[in-house]
Structures are given as structure tokens and as C-alpha cells.
DNA sequence: AGAGAATTGTCACGAAGTGTAACCGGGGCG
DNA sequence: CGCCCCGGTTACACTTCGTGACAATTCTCT
């Protein structure tokens, strides 16, 4: 069981985003390295992390740019690091949303600091109490609304699920399209590990599509890849 | 089995490229030489590729312009090689998408080490479904709905496709026209390199024939080219 | 706190998907 | 004309999945 605040370095360049992912882990944190926005994401999507480390300058989107993306879903705090010492980027990455702030070349000591006193303004267990209260979603013909744990087709008919099924439907809602394998599902589900051959996973994948699916011998919007996870299959949108 | 990775080697001079390729394939990884940048794109479009060890110094387009435009597109990661011990070089190849980056002469366990670094760093927990996600494709009287895995008639008759299926008749979908042998399709579908006396694809291809095909015993829609491999002989375009 | 209901995890077995081997058949070439 | 190479197809083995049944756990209401 490993509780460490868990930070994702993203920098385009190999050398800090490596050293930094060392100094990081020697110094009882765990760290993941990203080379850039499109990484990011996809780690970002399959793992749960505390903190990024983000650089301002990179190729592709900017870190400016992604730094504005993140602190709008605001659920994970950022601190940037840029190669401009001046006053003005500080304060320009701090209104766009950045918690903190930090010039190269630094010191790695510094770094973890700022980190630390991050981690410790941030650390709440509101963690998912966010996720799963007061949403509604829209997919395929299915509108799911968390409050009530209500899903409700275009036609108005209405099937409720249990606790476990409308976190599971959550995890995948919120990733569609991505691939996740069995550990990823029970890790972002239940927050714990799967033993071997642990078929918690297919089951509630098999009760979610016997409530959901047209078919539930033909599922549709819960695609199974064989030897590699489930896939929600459809397009989501969030309403407010 | 061999889903190792598989390493694409750009370099203009002979001896380099094919030593380079012999040592990697020595080494437990698959590698495939390409002599320039033209001959790189044909061996991308045709093959899955997990890194690119591209020579900076090229006649016809330059490494550091190729390796823009890899970037560009971000998908693939890259090891720069120069005969120019230079700082700057080095600073200048990383900004510009470079993963990493060897001086020449270089020995060959060095870079075999750093191709697994890299190799480490980026392996990503599961990406997208990518091409499989989301896509409606039609060809000849059929439409496939890649998220159903599902191919409509025009008829309006249906047939399911497996995952295997579809994934076969996609790399085949997104080159028509173009004759891909078996080593080809088997890494284009499944990322691995075929074993001698391989008849995976065969079998898939017939599969796939009497799935699609009004006549499986005369196929016109995936053609057979004794001693070449397989064609999609239909027009392909991409609805929306 | 305890009884009963609902939910969730585990086990087991059958079904489906996929790779491998073997056999068959056709066409080209000597 | 017969051999041989190559591809098509069938059969089968092995793995992975789906799901019913039941046990364990949690929840709810008194």
C-alpha cells in the first residue's frame, strides 16, 4: 500500500524532468516524468496525483496554456516552473491559476519544499466528494444523474443503481474512450489493488450492462478489449 | 511471441544504419533501417514503431527538420544522433522534440541504454483505442461504426465484428489500394513481428472474408496477392 | 443492537476469441 | 503430367470473459 503524495513532472526536457523524478522519489515521494501535454493527459487520465510540476516553455501546447486547462477543472494543484526569473510571468501564473511558482535553475531543495507546503495547503479529503455530487451527465441516450443515482433514457424510463455501479459508471464516464485495464478500474473505483485473478471488475462491468446496455449480450457502449480492459465507447457531456 | 519493441533506425550511412540495427536486434528489440527521410515515412505508414533513432547530418531532408515534424505529431519518441559534439546541438535537438540525444562515435551499449530508458519513461499505461474509437467508415456497400464494432449493409443487414476483426479490417481501411505483406499487417494490427511460418493473418483474413464478402470463396473486397500478402481493392471514405 | 434486505465479492463453469498446426487444393513450372 | 509452393480452411488447444449461484458484507429500520 503506497499513500505517498503522488507528484507528475512534466518538462521537455530529459534531464530535469529526470532529476527531478529522482530527487523526488529519494526524498519519500512518488513521482511519474511526462515530456509534454499529450503524456500528461494520458497519465493524468490513469492515475490519481496530488501535485504536477509543470514547465511554462515546451513545445506543442504551452505550459501556460495547459496550466489554464488544468486550474479550470481545478482539481489538482500546479506548480510551474519557468526559465524567466521576471515578475511578470510570476504574476501572470499565478492569476491563470498556477498555486505556486519557481525559477530555473533552482534548487531541488526548494523545489521540494514549495511542494510540501502545496501538499500541505491542499491536502483535504474532498478528493471525490466532488465527483460523484451534484452532476449530471449526458451519453449515448442516457442522461445519469450522481445525486440521485438515477439513470434516465431519452424516453424517460429510469433505472437507479447501486453505490458501486454508478462509481464504476463514473470512472469510465470521465474517461471515454480510453482503454482501462482491470487494475486501473479497481484502483480508480475502490482505491485498492487487484489481487490475481480478481474478477470483482467483470462482474460489475456485467450488472452496469445489464442496466444500460439495449443488448447486454451485445454491449455496445461498454466494449471489451480482450487482454487489455473495458472502453466506454460513446461521447459524454457534462450538463449543468 | 514477439511483441518487442520495435525501433526504427534513419541513418544515410550504410554501415551505421545496418550495424546499428543488428546490434539492437541482437539485443532482444526489433529494428528496421531506413536509409532517409522518405524511406522513414514509407516504413511508418506500414509499420508500428516505438522509437526512432534519426541521424541529425542527412542529404535530402534534415534530421532536425524531420525530427520537427515527428514531434509535431508527438506520437513517436526520438533519439537524435550527431557527429557534433556540441552544446548547443544538444539544446537545440531537445527543444525541438528530441527525447535524447548521442554524440558519434558512440558505443553501441550506450545507446542501447538509453533507447531503454527512453523506452521506459514512455511506455504509457494504455493509450486510446485511438484509431478504433469513434469513427464511422464506409467502403464498398458496407459502413462500419467503430464503436459498435459493428458493419451495416446497405440493406441494413449487420454483422459483428471481434476486436481482432476490427482491428484488422481498420489497418486495412486506412490503406486501401496499398499491398501490405504479412509481416506488415501483423505489426500494423497487433504491434508484434511474425514468426516464420506465421499464418495468423491468413486465418484472420479469412475471418474477416466471410464476414464481408458476398462470395467468401471469391473474394473481391480483400484481394489476395500470391507471394505479396493482402490488398483492400475498395474506395474508403470517412463519415462524420 | 439485531433482524432482514440489499449490495458486493468470490467461485466455478460454460462460451467466445484467438493463435497454431495440419490438411487440402489449385496454379505455375519444369 | 506431376511436383511443389502457397494460400484457404478446418480443427483444436489455450486463454480470457460473461454470468449464475452463493457467501460475505454493509445498510436500514425498528
Redesign the pocket.
Known amino acids: 500500500m503506497n499513500d505517498q503524495p503522488h507528484i507528475l513532472v512534466v518538462d521537455d526536457h530529459r534531464e530535469i524532468r529526470d532529476s527531478v523524478t529522482r530527487y523526488l522519489e529519494k526524498n519519500g515521494l512518488r513521482a511519474t516524468p511526462a515530456r509534454d501535454a499529450v503524456e500528461m493527459d494520458a497519465k493524468l487520465a490513469t492515475g490519481q496525483f496530488d501535485l504536477i510540476v509543470l514547465d511554462v516553455m515546451m513545445p506543442g501546447e504551452d505550459g501556460l496554456s495547459v496550466c489554464r486547462h488544468l486550474s479550470a477543472k481545478g482539481d489538482v494543484p500546479i506548480l510551474m516552473l519557468t526559465a524567466l526569473g521576471e515578475e511578470t510571468d510570476r504574476i501572470v501564473g499565478l492569476e491563470i491559476g498556477a498555486d505556486d511558482y519557481l525559477a530555473k535553475p533552482f534548487n531541488p531543495r526548494e523545489l521540494l519544499a514549495r511542494i510540501k507546503a502545496i501538499l500541505r495547503r491542499t491536502t483535504l479529503p474532498e478528493t471525490y466528494a466532488g465527483t460523484l455530487s451534484g452532476r449530471r451527465i449526458a451519453f449515448a441516450h442516457w442522461t445519469l444523474d450522481t445525486d440521485s443515482r438515477l439513470l434516465t433514457d431519452e424516453d424517460g424510463a429510469q433505472v437507479d443503481l447501486?453505490?458501486?455501479?454508478l462509481k464504476l459508471l463514473v470512472v469510465l464516464l470521465e474517461r471515454p474512450r480510453l482503454v482501462l485495464n482491470r487494475d486501473q478500474l479497481l484502483d480508480l473505483k475502490?482505491g485498492r489493488a487487484a489481487s490475481p485473478?480478481?474478477?470483482?471488475i467483470?462482474?460489475?462491468?456485467?450488472r452496469l450492462?445489464r442496466k444500460i446496455e439495449a443488448d447486454?449480450?451485445r454491449?455496445r457502449l461498454i466494449t471489451?478489449l480482450?487482454?487489455?480492459?473495458y472502453c466506454l465507447a460513446a461521447d459524454v457531456r457534462e450538463l449543468d
Not at 485473478?197 to 470483482?200: A, N
Not at 467483470?202 to 456485467?206: G, L, P, V, W
Not at 480482450?226 to 480492459?229: K, L, S
Open positions: 447501486t453505490g458501486s455501479e475502490a485473478f480478481d474478477r470483482t467483470d462482474n460489475q462491468i456485467s450492462r447486454p449480450s454491449p471489451t480482450r487482454g487489455g480492459g
